[in-house]
């Protein structure tokens, strides 16, 4: 249920519901069109944040914009100590002029719903950021609300429990902090990028 790519109508019916809420949407043909149409919308040289995600990682988005000539915050994190420099090291994650990521579910009355363990991408989300990308498979589409809750705790929660157990040796995840948007106030800050496959969680 929650890994089957949506319809036309759905689909269309929510970017419909976005835009009125202030967000950009669009529906690409394929993956690679994805990753050219985030390269697109980020000038060369800019400052961009990309946030940990499954999905950015499959469309080789998050190795295209961190190892080509772009500012990237996550290349100047290496360079830095997270003991001492941890308070540099979030507000550069916070304020960034592009940040590029995913997020969990859309409903079709157009609202976003970003489930986190930590809170980091959070901030640049809500605010912080100039600019939000997006790139979404169109699997996350949900109903309602309701639906969306479902869809993290039943759906995404265990595969990214999985994934953080293979990649951190923790335990699990957890649903610690969400975000909800609800309506964003600036015109083209936020944009979705949907991707009509199942891609990311």
Do not use: C
Not at 42 to 49: D, H, Q, S, T
Request: glycine share 8%; aromatic share 6%.
């Amino acid at each position: 249920m929650y890994d089957t790519p949506k319809g036309e109508e759905q689909i269309n019916r929510t970017i419909s519901a976005l835009k009125n809420n202030g967000i950009e949407a669009l529906l690409i043909k394929d993956r690679a069109e994805a990753k050219n149409k985030v390269l697109e919308m980020i000038p060369r040289g800019a400052n961009v944040m990309t946030m940990t995600s499954v999905t950015l990682d499959i469309l080789g988005i998050t190795e295209a914009l961190n190892t080509s000539d772009y500012d990237s915050v996550r290349e100047k994190f290496k360079k830095m100590d997270s003991k001492t420099q941890s308070g540099q090291m979030r507000a550069l994650a916070s304020a960034p002029d592009y940040t590029v990521g995913s997020v969990h579910a859309v409903t079709e009355d157009g609202k976003v719903l970003i489930a986190s363990a930590s809170g980091s991408q959070l901030p640049a989300y809500a605010y912080g950021a100039g600019k939000v990308i997006w790139v979404v498979g169109t699997q996350k589409i949900v109903k309602d609300f309701e639906d969306g809750m479902k869809r993290i705790y039943k759906y995404t929660l265990p595969l990214e429990s999985e994934r953080a157990h293979k990649a951190y040796g923790v335990s699990g995840s957890a649903v610690n902090k969400m975000l909800i948007i609800n309506k964003e106030a600036t015109p083209g800050r936020m944009t979705i990028i949907f991707v009509p496959e199942n891609v990311g969680f």
